[in-house]
């Protein structure tokens, strides 16, 4: 099969293209950045670099595009520009992918284009599936545009409202890594705030999937069927890195150090994988225990 992936050098980026290469796939990659070694020692691999607006035209011709650019939603304080970014880049890239694919009809398939559970807003207390409305702060509204966007593609479209991404290769986890190895990390205010989550390893077998099967469109959750919230989370962690986890780090002090963004880990959405879980798909990493001891090790 070939694929282009929009955006890959990120944590899924090269969970996909480690799978997909060793699995005998062609891919290639656009990104602002270069890939390390770890995911370009197997497999054909054509790296290249693009400005993030137009997707250039050459004699690839993928079977399925999967768009996963973004700039960073917890690297830099949300000033005005930072927000500007945010969306912009979202929209820009998927945009570009949108108007590749209309060139390339006869050969692409499937688009299938990120979006995040931000969709629901910061703070859902209620299950949120499919069906849900989006919430009303600044991420739903990023999140809305962005899928709006990938709506315009004139092929079958998967929407992927990701959740925490559990990966030794980025996200969250390796930051938060020296801190419980350590013996000083805890849950984030109160610790009750749902926390959904999915396993990096999961992003190939589910791609495979939705590529196997063309009745699959529209949104999904992208989140394990075990729901947890961030203390239980965080003393998995701890009991993965063979710490305690006693604490709680007070939402004060987390509000003082990150300003607006606070609301990420504080706050949290319900989120469930409804339609995967009715339409038949099996998850293979869905313990959250067994998801940490492997990336910590």
Known sequence: MKILLVGGSGTIGKHLIEDWLLAGHQVQ??????????VTSAGSL???????????????????VVNLAGAGIADHAWTPDRRKLILDSRIKSTRACVEYIRKNTDSVKLFINSSAVGFYGAHREEIC??????????????????????????????LL?????????????????????????????????????IDGREFSHLIQWLMDHPEASG?????????????????????????????????????????????????????VPERLTREGYVFKY????????????
């Open 29 to 38: 990659n656009l990104s602002r950045s270069s890939m390390d070694a770890l």
């Open 129 to 158: 599936t499919e069906e849900s409305k989006p919430g009303n702060d600044f991420l739903a509204e990023v999140c809305e545009a962005w899928e709006n966007e990938a709506k315009r593609a004139p092929v079958r479209t998967v």
């Open 286 to 297: 869905d313990k959250i225990s067994e998801a940490l001891h492997f990336h910590t090790r």
């Open 161 to 197: 409202r990701t959740s925490v991404v559990i990966s030794k290769y980025g996200g969250a986890l390796p930051k938060m890594l020296p801190v419980f190895k350590a013996g000083i990390g805890g849950w984030l205010g109160n610790g009750r705030q749902p926390f959904p989550w």
């Open 219 to 271: 949104p999904y959750n992208i989140c394990s069927p075990q729901s947890i919230n961030n203390k239980q989370f965080s003393q998995a962690l701890s009991e993965a890195v063979h710490r305690p986890c006693l604490f709680a780090v007070p939402a004060f002090v987390l509000k003082i150090m990150l300003g607006s963004r606070a609301d990420l880990v504080l706050k949290g959405q319900n989120q």
């Open 46 to 64: 054509l790296q290249q670099q693009w400005d993030g607006q137009t997707i250039p035209d050459t004699e690839f011709r993928p079977d399925l």
